[in-house]
């Protein structure tokens, strides 16, 4: 992972090349304060200051330069408003000309983080680039989340040859080391253990991918519980309901809800928060076989209950049910779970907006008020009881999907919550974890969506 460390570092008055940010609104100002020179070399590059992202070098002294850039808003930054700079500057060290970077911080990392592990030769860059800031206390927590959001990308970009139920357990595993931190995997036994759900979508893929709950165990018995919940399906087929082409070429995706759910245990390990960590990840593959599970089938559950299964494709459900009944045995006084479930929720919310249900409204406000504060937007959708009916079954307890073609995301947030504690506060997160298009800082690959807004919320409701 990029050495993020050395990237941010604190402000002790060595020598550094200046940024000065203007906007549209405070440009003409800012001009008029300065030499002949510069003006004249703005004009010429017809600089205006109304375009956001773009820049000039300006020449200082020797072979030294400042930086123009224009941003959206200078007195409110963005965590992507230095982006474009942390990609293309030369390698030196900087300093914003008035105030600190802030939340800006993080775009300016994540824009020198690369994935080149499949490149025969990496990418020419000219880092590093090193920025500044006068408050040290902010360093550990932007590379802290710099960190996690590289974690989410770098998983969800590995190919699915490399990212299998092991190798997702590998990652877990890594991390538990590095955050001293327990862990706990059932794999051969999960019928015996009691995990039908999560056994039935990954036989299929036995013996060379077999599948299995991955569990992380952080912090102290008398604090609060919190329960991360992640959908680690490694590929997608779709099952015996086979995916086109077209569907299937990102399903190297579809265990962006684990990645999520890892980074946002990290990132609670990191800041100390004073909560009993429950991470529970269902690492499978849902391929086609012999053994595969298939529709019309009817699988018993953790909690007891019988699934029909309506469509092999509406496996992430299936494994989140017995995890989250399994978390709720913990009594968690929150349960929070990530999953790259529903194409309902893309084409309702598009790429960049995780859907988010919640079954407490003081909870949502909360998610939604962070999200807010970070800029990492997401999108409260309803747990419409109403809908309920469309999970109904001739012959068993609960179908794993509704034959209708409306409310997608909604019902597949309804069959989730039949197996969350009524009495724990919960939000779940129908996020893309892609980015189908570069921006700045924000290559198109893997990507962390809502990420950011959980953790914030977390940091509220258990101060440390």
Not at 392 to 420: E, H, P, Q, Y
């Amino acid at each position: 992972m990029t050495e993020f460390t050395a990237l941010l570092k604190p402000d002790r008055g060595e020598d550094a090349r200046t940024i000065h940010l203007v906007d549209k609104h405070g440009f003409d100002d800012w001009l008029k304060r300065q030499t002949p020179e510069v003006r004249a070399l703005l004009a010429a590059a017809r600089f205006d200051g109304k375009s956001a992202n773009a820049y000039v070098l300006l020449p200082a002294r020797g072979e030294a330069f400042d930086v123009v850039l224009a941003v959206a808003d200078a007195a409110v930054l963005t965590p992507w408003c230095l982006a474009r700079l942390g990609e293309v500057l030369p390698a030196a060290t900087y300093r914003l000309a008035e105030g600190e970077p802030g939340i800006a911080a993080l775009g300016w990392l994540l824009a020198q983080h690369r994935f080149d592990r499949y490149r025969s030769e990496p990418k020419p860059d000219a880092g590093p680039r090193v920025l500044l800031t006068r408050d040290a206390g902010a360093i550990d927590a932007a590379v802290r989340e710099a960190e996690a959001t590289a974690l989410v990308r770098d998983l969800v970009d590995t190919p699915a040859a490399d990212m299998g139920p092991a190798e997702l357990e590998a990652a877990v595993r890594a991390v538990a080391t590095e955050m001293a931190a327990k862990v706990e995997v059932v794999d051969g036994e999960l019928l015996a253990c009691d995990y039908p759900l999560i056994h039935a979508v990954g036989k299929g893929a036995e013996p060379a991918r077999a599948p299995r709950l991955i569990e992380l165990h952080w912090g102290r018995d008398e604090d609060p519980r919190l329960a991360i919940v992640g959908k680690g399906v490694c590929f997608d087929t779709g099952g015996l309901d086979l995916k086109p082409a077209s569907g299937m070429r990102l399903m190297k995706k579809d265990m962006g809800g684990a990645a999520h759910a890892l980074a946002l245990a990290r990132l609670v390990i990191g800041a100390k928060l004073p909560v009993r960590l429950h991470l529970l990840i269902a690492a499978v593959e849902n391929s086609v076989s012999a053994t595969a599970f298939r529709p019309g089938d009817v699988i018993g559950s953790r909690k007891g209950l019988t699934v029909e299964i309506d469509n092999t494709d509406a496996e992430g459900r299936l494994v989140l049910a017995d995890a989250l009944d399994k978390a709720g045995e913990g009594q968690p006084d929150l349960i929070v779970d990530f999953a790259t479930l529903t194409g309902a929720a893309r084409v309702a919310l598009g790429p960049d907006l995780p859907a988010m249900f919640a079954n407490d409204d003081a909870l949502a406000g909360d998610l939604e008020q962070a999200s807010r504060t970070v800029h990492d937007p997401l999108w409260r959708m309803p747990l419409w009881d109403g809908y309920a009916d469309m999970l109904k079954s001739d012959i068993a307890d609960m179908a794993n999907s509704s034959d209708s073609g409306f409310a997608g995301s909604v019902t597949a947030a309804l069959f989730l919550k039949r197996f969350v504690p009524p009495t724990a506060p919960w939000a779940h997160f129908d996020t893309f974890a892609w980015r189908p298009s570069a921006k700045p800082g924000r290559p198109k690959g893997g990507e962390a969506l809502g990420l950011r807004a959980v953790f914030r919320a977390l940091e509220a409701r258990f101060p440390r």
